[in-house]
Nanobody, 117 residues
């Protein structure tokens, strides 16, 4: 069955770094665009970053541009989110999303990122 499993979240001090991973299985990862979203307490889920399936073209939300980098390794069926210079406002549950043919969309279960001193 389809699975997206996020990992790498945790507690980090402001200014610190984390790298999130999302391991995919059960579908053809190489033809799916991959995204990261996040949801802070009391807020709606918001887009963070996206990477295309083949060309690896990326896009990121203005709030994280220059600090976060999305990448993928199609040989490992994994997408990453490198997060640098973290701020308390980055505190949220981070979700991995896959979008593919025929508007199929899959979500992971999320991983908690807490930025606090």
């Amino acid at each position: 069955q389809v699975q997206l499993v996020e990992s790498g979240g945790g507690l980090v001090q402001p200014g610190g770094s984390l790298r999130l991973s999302c391991a995919a299985s059960g579908f053809d990862f190489s033809v799916y665009g991959m995204s990261w979203y996040r949801q802070a307490p009391g807020k709606e889920r918001e887009f963070v970053a996206f990477i295309t399936a083949v060309d690896g073209i990326t896009n990121a939300a203005h709030s994280v541009r220059g600090r976060f980098t999305i990448s993928r390794d199609n040989s490992k069926n994994t997408v990453y989110l490198q997060m640098n210079r973290l701020k308390p406002d980055d505190t949220a549950v981070y979700y991995c999303n896959a979008k593919g043919p025929r508007a199929t969309s899959y979500w992971g279960q999320g991983t908690q990122v807490t930025v606090s001193s």
